[in-house]
Structures are given as C-alpha cells and as structure tokens.
C-alpha cells in the first residue's frame, strides 16, 4: 500500500492528546479516529472483504483482547471487537478511501500493529502503522468516564499542580511539574507496565488485563517504589542520601521518570511519600486515568491492622518496648477515579479509590496499596478488595499508650481516638486553593467511636485479598 495517512494531528487533537505529540497517532478507547489510504483496483462487491487487524503485546489473541480483525462492510466484527466504516471513498473504487476505526471503551490500552488486508494485498496484510491507545474519560462507556469537563481538565489534562506537607497545625503547598505529556513520558510509563513482575511472568495475561484500570493502578502502584521489582524510586528516611538526591531536591515526575529510564530501569534514589505520590500521579494521567494528590495529617501506620497505634513505655528503667507502629505527620497518596464492577453491589464503590506507592506494607506479597474505594473506607467496609483495613487505619486508628511492667503485663493508661486522619487536603478543581476532604473519609467522630467499635467487635479487620487481574 502507498499513501497511508494517519491524520496524527486531526485525530490527536480530537482525543486531547496532541499535546503528547501530533507526529505518532495517540488515540483514545471507545472514540473513533480516522485512516486513510489508497486502493488499488476495484474490488467485487459481492465477494471481497477489506479487513482490518490490531495487535498488542508479544502473545496478540482474540479470546484475550489483544488481537482484533474486524471488516467491511460494517458489522462483521465479533461483538466487542473493534469496529470500521467507510468515511469517505468507496472500496468499490480505486482510489483513496478514508476509514472511521472505533476501537471498543474496554480495549487494553498500550502500543497496537495496525495492518489491512484488501483483494489488492491478497492473503498477506499490510501495515498501516501503529497507534497508541489510552483510557479515555471523555467515554461514557470507559470505567473511568468522569463527566465534568472542569474535572476532567484537572485531572487528566493538568500538568502543573500542587503538594501539601506540613502539619495539622500549619499546612504548607509546593508546586510540581506532573508533565504527563512531555513527548517520552508516555514511553515510559508502558515500558514501566513491561517490566513489571505481573508482565515478566506472563505478557499475555498482562497485556490484556490492560484493559482494566482496577489492574493498571494496583500495578503502577507496585512499580512506583523500587521495593521487589524494577520500579522507579528507592524510599529512604533515615536522612543518608549520599549516592542520590535527597527527596525534597524533587520537584517534578518527568526528572525522576527520566533518570529511571536512561539508568536501565535501576531505581532513582531518593524517594519519600510526596515524591511516590505525584510521580504516580504523573503515570496515571498520562495514561488517561483521571486522579488527584491527597495528603493526610497525623496519618498513622498501624502493622498489625488492629485500629490502635500502640505506644509502650516501662516502669522498671529498660528500655521502652519498641512499636512497630507509627504515626507521621503527614502522608502523601493518590486518589484515582474509576467503577469497581469487581465489588458486587450496584455502583456503591464508583469514584475516587486510593491508590499509596509509598512501601510501608505488603498487600498480597508485594509492596503496592489499593485500589481502596474512599466510600468503603468511609463506611468502615473492611472487607473490601484492595487494602481496605491499611487506608482505614491511616484515618481512623485510636493512639493508645501502654505502660509495660517487669513482670511483662501492661495497662492501657491513655486513649486518643481524635488526632489521626485530620485535615484530608487536595488541590481545588480550577484553581490553586486547598480542600478539605476529611468528610469523604471519616464520619463524626463519636458516631465513628460507636460504629469502629462494632467493626472491631465484629472481628471484620482483616485483609482480604484477591488478585484476579482482571
Ligand atoms: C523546579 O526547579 C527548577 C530549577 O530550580 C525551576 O526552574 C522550576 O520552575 C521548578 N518547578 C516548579 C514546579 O516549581
Ligand atoms: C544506576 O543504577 C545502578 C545500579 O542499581 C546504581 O548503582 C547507580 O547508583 C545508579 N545511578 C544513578 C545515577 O542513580
Ligand atoms: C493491637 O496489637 C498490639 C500488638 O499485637 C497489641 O499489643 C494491642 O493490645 C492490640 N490492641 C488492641 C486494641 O487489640
Ligand atoms: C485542621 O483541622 C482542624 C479540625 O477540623 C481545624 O481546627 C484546623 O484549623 C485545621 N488546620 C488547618 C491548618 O487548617
């Protein structure tokens, strides 16, 4: 075939994505793009075909979503295969003839072959080029359609944002270049999907489970920190950063994505939650699924996910009991927006899910977190897929302290069931103020006493873990 136009600038622009680039053609799930090439010959009406092919990833299958051969005339696809009609031109005729594609809202997303195959090319296909195709919120159909437009430009097309630390007392912002769409960040964030363990271990499985945005987040999740897998940045908190930069140097993803890339998909040292966060952040949006950075005050880690953050101390002149858990005075992590069809009961868990890339607890053997819808968290639904228990304790868990006696009891001697989980902040849709979404995850404090201490007398802490990919 000669003469194939891919329109890289009309249809990129037309799925908001020609600020990644308008040489390569950059589309979106569920929203029709247009082909153009040139047909030698007439064909028969009554006989010939014009079929069309797309393929991801190594292992490319129809039964697994990667693969799709669909035709002309319309209508021939299989059902929620990809699907093509004519736009302008007829295959009737020699000539140029423009196709209108429309890839399925569930289609994996990643790098395609694209190829076709006419009377004129006989049995072997020929290629078209490739596209890349991304989540698309603009999509009804798209398990991360966001309806407004406001939040959506927000949070899938802003590429400058804000990151609040501090304390409950005085909360400060800094400002990060997220740059989702600098022209090899979308290069980078597949090519983190590559080498993720999950991809490593069975590329055809993973490919098609890119269709899932329940997978794609747990697994960018996992690939943020560097804890046991190829993933982009080394957490370290003991202020020994020679080696690497300290992780307040940061303050953009595109530096850190970068060096992660150019040093062989080695970790970049250093990270600490912030940085985890909004690098994530960067990922997300890039590949269209919209998201926010939230920061919790007081956020507490509790180890044991049993709802208290255990302080000992001894009466006898040792050494006080060490804690593993602990409270800090700030933690950063992601709010990501999709449906949860994999939580049975209607559309309850829709919306924001937190997603944490800092490693503070394995989930399921590897250090990722969530997704955890924030209305399961709000109404205590601990039983909920992903890490429900970990994020509730984050905002919820009691500090009590204990006082440790020779002979090895203890005696509970205070309770705060207040200061953790204050202040839940986010930047506003549109603007540069700060919102306080504590309400999205916390119930009034004593409505809470009451109903925490059914959860915990129920025995419903526990972690639940399923990891179907799909
Ligand atoms: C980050 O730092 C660089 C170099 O100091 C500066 O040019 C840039 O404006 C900063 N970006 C943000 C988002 O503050
Ligand atoms: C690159 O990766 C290697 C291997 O992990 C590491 O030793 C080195 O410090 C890294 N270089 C930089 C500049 O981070
Ligand atoms: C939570 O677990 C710790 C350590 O296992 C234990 O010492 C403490 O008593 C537990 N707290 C509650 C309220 O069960
Ligand atoms: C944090 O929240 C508390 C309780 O709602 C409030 O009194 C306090 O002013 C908030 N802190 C800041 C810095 O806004």
Redesign the pocket.
């Known amino acids: 075939l000669d003469v194939i136009v891919l329109h890289c600038e009309k249809n990129n622009k037309a799925h908001k994505t020609n600020d990644i680039s308008v040489n390569r053609l950059i589309v979106r799930r569920g929203q029709s793009f247009l082909v153009t090439f040139e047909l030698h010959g007439p064909s028969r009406p009554t006989t010939d075909l014009l079929e069309l092919k797309v393929e991801t990833g190594p292992q490319p299958s129809e039964a697994l979503g990667t693969r799709s051969v669909f035709r002309l005339p319309e209508g021939c696809g299989k059902g929620s295969s990809w699907k093509v009609k004519v736009h302008q031109g007829s295959v009737f005729l020699a000539g140029s003839i423009t196709l209108d594609i429309t890839s399925p809202a569930d289609a994996p997303v990643g790098e395609y072959r694209l190829s076709v195959k006419t009377s004129a090319t006989a049995s072997v296909g020929s290629s078209l080029g490739k596209l890349l195709l991304l989540f698309n919120p603009w999509c009804k159909e798209d398990w991360v359609h966001l309806p407004e437009e406001e939040e959506r430009q927000e949070y899938v097309m802003r590429e400058?944002g804000l990151v609040y630390k501090g304390s409950d007392k005085y909360i400060s912002s800094?400002?990060?270049?997220f740059g989702q769409f600098e022209d090899d960040i979308v290069d980078i964030c597949l090519k983190l999907l590559d080498v993720n363990p999950k991809c490593l271990c069975d590329p055809a499985k993973d490919f098609s489970a890119r269709c899932n945005p329940i997978y794609v987040s747990r697994v960018v999740s996992a690939m943020i920190n560097a804890n046991d897998d190829r993933g982009v940045l080394m957490g370290r908190w003991d202020g020994r950063y020679d080696g690497g930069m300290s992780p307040t140097h940061w303050?953009?993803s595109v530096e850190v994505l970068r060096r992660w890339l150019k040093n062989g998909s080695n970790p970049v040292k250093y990270g600490q939650c912030w940085v985890f966060a909004a690098v994530m952040c960067t990922v997300l949006r890039c590949l269209g699924i919209p998201c926010r950075v939230v920061s919790n005050f007081q956020s507490a880690h509790d180890t044991d996910k049993n709802l208290t953050i255990d302080y000992f101390f001894s009466d006898y002149g040792v050494r006080p009991k060490q804690s593993p858990d602990s409270v800090w005075n700030y933690h950063v992590w992601v709010e990501a927006w999709m449906r949860r069809p994999d939580l049975s009961a209607g559309s309850l868990y829709d919306g924001w899910q937190v997603v944490d890339p800092t490693p503070q607890e394995k989930s399921t053997d590897v250090y990722c977190c969530g997704p955890a819808p924030v209305k399961a968290i709000l109404q205590g639904h601990v039983d909920l897929k992903y890490d429900v228990p970990f994020v509730f304790a984050e905002v919820n868990a009691d500090r009590v302290t204990w006082m440790v006696f020779a002979d090895g009891s203890k005696k509970k001697i205070s309770t705060d069931s207040v200061s953790v989980g204050q202040n839940i902040s986010t930047k506003a849709v549109g603007s540069d103020k700060r919102v306080d979404i504590t309400a999205n995850y916390k119930h009034a404090e004593a409505y809470f006493i009451y109903f925490r201490n059914l959860i915990i007398q129920n025995g419903a802490v526990s972690t639940c873990h399923n990891n179907s990919p799909r």
């Open positions: 400058q800094m400002a990060w270049n303050n953009g």
